[in-house]
């Protein structure tokens, strides 16, 4: 069965589909997201001291306000692929294609491609936001190996908090009470705010399931959907990419993603070479932007 497509989309149209795959990777759920960044955004918190003080007459100059900056770089990234058409076939249901040798495809086909791109991009940004190194694919995430933003090597006023040992069902509940006692000493300022979470790997969660289960916690022998994911009262943020064995701390609104979805070189483009060089093959051609970056570290905990 022969395909006909050529589509190309730029700019906002491909902004619109790459926001779409952007959404599969659900750590973003938890990060602020900064869109449109054309090469740099400056984060830029500001701290107050002494700023209030007693009522007088006259102007007297009181406190100080500490102004921070951050730079957020999204990297530019890519996606090439010579897909055979007949490997698409596979998958596609036979409901949604014409019988006869050479018909068109339905409309819904360039979706169907893009939805399969869009499933390499949301897992490729989720591996990048909390594992990625500064190496060609990725971008630099939270917790990547030497170079990671959390690292205590790379911003020395983010919280260190020690595991006891590799996270098991019988010792997750105790590396999550170190982990919240290092919180009430060290970020007790944005303890109650209402964005902060602790991030965790689906397999760390699933060992508090079993921890909590197995406790009957509340009856939550089952740990059913009516089950809310917190511990101690901390809501808790399951990450996809997330690494295993550690923890991280920290409030929606000090974790930053960054991308540029309306620009010209954020695009889609789908070429079908049967007009060209004969063959059933088909090239994807994708081009977005992604990078991570943390506000204030000092307000934020790492467990490892």
């Not at 999550?176 to 902060?196: C, F, G, P």
């Not at 060992?207 to 022998?221: E, H, I, K, P, R």
Request: charged letters at 15%; one cysteine or more.
């Amino acid at each position: 069965m022969a395909f006909t497509t050529t589509s190309n989309y730029a700019g906002k149209a491909a902004g619109f589909y790459i926001s779409a795959a952007l959404k599969q990777a659900n750590s973003l759920d938890y990060l602020t997201m900064i869109e449109n960044v054309k090469f740099k955004s400056n984060i830029q918190r500001m701290a107050g001291s002494g700023v209030v003080a007693d009522a007088t007459c006259d102007f007297t100059d009181a406190g100080t306000l500490a102004l921070t900056e951050k730079v957020l770089e999204p990297k530019n990234l890519q996606i090439n692929l010579d897909l055979c058409k007949s490997t698409l076939l596979d998958s596609w249901e036979a409901t949604q294609m014409r019988a006869g040798a050479g018909a068109p495809p339905p409309a819904s086909f360039d979706d169907y491609v893009i939805s399969y791109m869009g499933e390499i991009i949301a897992e490729a940004t989720e591996e990048s936001i909390w594992s990625g190194t500064a190496v060609a694919g990725k971008f630099n995430g939270f917790l990547g190996a030497v170079t990671g933003l959390l690292l205590p090597g790379v911003d020395g006023t983010v919280v260190q908090s020690s595991a006891s040992a590799a996270y098991t069902a019988a010792n997750i509940i105790a590396n999550l009470q170190t982990l919240t006692a290092d919180m009430a000493a060290n970020i007790s300022a944005v303890l109650r705010k209402e964005d902060l979470h602790i991030y965790m790997s689906p397999k760390t969660y699933a060992l508090y399931v079993s921890a909590v289960s197995t406790l009957g916690y509340v009856n939550a022998y089952n740990m059913n959907g009516d089950y809310a994911p917190v511990f101690e009262g901390y809501k808790i943020a399951v990450c996809n990419g997330m690494a295993n064995d550690q923890l991280v701390a920290a409030e929606k609104s000090n974790l930053f993603y960054g991308t540029d979805l309306l620009s010209d070189s954020t695009r889609i483009t789908l070429l079908d070479l049967a007009n060209l060089d004969g063959s059933d093959n088909l090239r994807l051609v994708c081009r977005y932007s992604g990078g991570v970056q943390t506000g204030v570290g000092a307000d934020i905990v790492r467990q490892s």
